[in-house]
């Protein structure tokens, strides 16, 4: 597909931190697209190099884990898709709980809001919690084996009307601040972080991303969860990661290693 200039604001922030953000700073933006995710998916098979993203102004089709639709209204948010080629050993299986550390802290950096991280994907704030962002992490193979992962990121960040459904459980930067922020500095910082977190991943420093990622997960770890598996309904006390990123869930049974599903969180601690 073809794309478009860059707005004047985010090409004057990537150039003012080219040198730091190095293959990072590659950004391609389309005001419209179905999903920023398929783009960098298409761009990635096509061998773009790691660091290149795709950023939108509105998703016609943008979506979430599990084929959940992610709400991406005209010019609200941060529709970014980013192509990394990870070759560290062991470190594929926590680039979505380092893209969303990755996020949290930009956000934090750029804003100052106290958000948390609620495993295995979501920004959140407040309590209860609302929804600021979530990560979806799509895999591109070639030849049996994973070529390249495309950290997709979206962020709401302008006050908008959320749809009823959505009302009660998100909210967004501005919103939360009471005031407009600057979405190409944020978007930057964004990059910057991410580029960080992948050089972590790349020199295996996990435990390095596993605290970080820890100290944004405040309020999750110690509530209890709910989750279905093949025996069914199961539930019990959230208490850590491990070091692939699995949820430790303590249970009247034992202690559960939880991977994948839909995790049913009760009130944040404190909430």
């Given at each position: 597909?073809?794309?478009?200039?860059?707005?004047?604001?985010?090409?004057?922030?990537?150039?003012?931190?080219?040198?730091?953000?190095?293959?990072?700073?590659?950004v391609?933006?389309?005001?419209?697209?179905?999903?920023?995710?398929?783009?960098?998916?298409?761009?990635?098979?096509?061998?773009?190099?790691?660091?290149?993203?795709?950023?939108?102004?509105?998703?016609?089709?943008?979506r979430?884990?599990?084929?959940?639709?992610?709400?991406?209204?005209?010019?609200?948010?941060?529709?970014?898709?980013?192509?990394?080629?990870?070759?560290?050993?062991?470190?594929?299986s926590?680039?979505?709980?380092?893209?969303?550390?990755?996020?949290?802290?930009?956000?934090?950096?750029d804003?100052?809001?106290?958000?948390?991280?609620?495993?295995?994907?979501?920004?959140?704030?407040?309590?209860?919690?609302?929804?600021?962002g979530g990560?979806?992490?799509?895999?591109?193979?070639?030849?049996?084996?994973?070529?390249?992962?495309?950290?997709?990121?979206?962020?709401?960040?302008?006050?908008?009307?959320?749809?009823?459904?959505?009302?009660?459980?998100?909210?967004?930067?501005?919103?939360?601040?009471?005031?407009?922020?600057?979405?190409?500095?944020?978007?930057?910082?964004?990059?910057?972080?991410?580029?960080?977190?992948?050089?972590?991943?790349?020199?295996d420093?996990?435990?390095?991303?596993?605290?970080?990622?820890?100290?944004?997960?405040?309020?999750?770890?110690?509530?209890?969860?709910?989750?279905?598996d093949?025996?069914?309904?199961?539930?019990?006390r959230?208490?850590d990661?491990?070091?692939?990123?699995?949820?430790?869930?303590?249970?009247?049974?034992?202690?559960?290693?939880?991977?994948?599903?839909?995790?049913?969180?009760?009130?944040?601690?404190?909430?």
């Amino acid at each position: 597909m073809s794309f478009e200039p860059l707005p004047d604001d985010l090409a004057a922030a990537l150039a003012a931190n080219a040198s730091s953000l190095g293959a990072f700073a590659d950004v391609r933006y389309v005001a419209e697209v179905d999903s920023t995710n398929d783009v960098a998916l298409a761009l990635a098979a096509a061998g773009a190099s790691e660091g290149t993203s795709v950023l939108a102004d509105h998703q016609r089709r943008g979506r979430g884990r599990r084929g959940h639709e992610w709400f991406s209204p005209p010019g609200a948010g941060l529709y970014l898709s980013v192509i990394v080629r990870p070759d560290m050993p062991r470190g594929t299986s926590l680039l979505t709980l380092a893209a969303g550390m990755a996020m949290a802290e930009a956000v934090l950096g750029d804003t100052g809001l106290p958000v948390e991280l609620k495993w295995p994907n979501d920004l959140v704030i407040g309590r209860p919690w609302r929804k600021l962002g979530g990560v979806l992490a799509e895999t591109v193979s070639a030849g049996g084996r994973s070529d390249a992962v495309i950290i997709g990121l979206g962020l709401n960040v302008r006050h908008v009307v959320l749809p009823p459904d959505l009302a009660h459980r998100a909210s967004s930067l501005e919103t939360e601040l009471g005031r407009e922020i600057d979405r190409a500095n944020l978007a930057v910082g964004l990059l910057d972080q991410l580029r960080g977190a992948m050089h972590l991943l790349r020199h295996d420093l996990r435990d390095a991303v596993i605290a970080r990622w820890r100290g944004l997960a405040r309020a999750g770890l110690g509530g209890m969860v709910r989750w279905t598996d093949t025996t069914g309904e199961r539930q019990g006390r959230a208490m850590d990661i491990d070091g692939e990123g699995a949820l430790i869930v303590q249970t009247s049974a034992g202690v559960e290693r939880v991977i994948a599903g839909d995790v049913i969180w009760e009130a944040p601690i404190g909430g």
